[in-house]
């Protein structure tokens, strides 16, 4: 697959779960202490916690198409 074509696909697939990833967060947030340590914590996880699903998507729209690397390691 082209990479533009896998990027913006990606994007289609990220900006919806970024969304949903964001009202559950908030929708979650109602449940938190009011403490200010709690707080901190929570959305610390919560600011961070959103990119490990996405590791995998960003690593395949990052990688080059197989045939550029098939190429690539006959050339060597």
């Known amino acids: ?3 533009r074509v896998k990027k913006l696909l990606g994007v289609f ?4 779960y970024l969304g949903a990833y964001v009202l559950a967060a ?5 449940f938190v202490p009011r403490h200010w340590a709690a707080q901190l914590v929570y959305f610390a996880v919560a ?7 996405l590791k995998r998507l960003l690593e395949w729209m990052g990688a080059p198409p197989k045939a550029q690397t ?6 060597r």
Not at 26 to 30: E, R, S, T
């Open 26 to 30: 908030i929708a979650l947030a109602d």
């Open 13 to 16: 697939l990220i900006l919806p």
């Open 70 to 75: 098939a190429k690539a390691e006959t050339l």
């Open 1 to 3: 697959m082209q990479p």
């Open 47 to 53: 600011g961070i916690a959103w990119t490990f699903p």
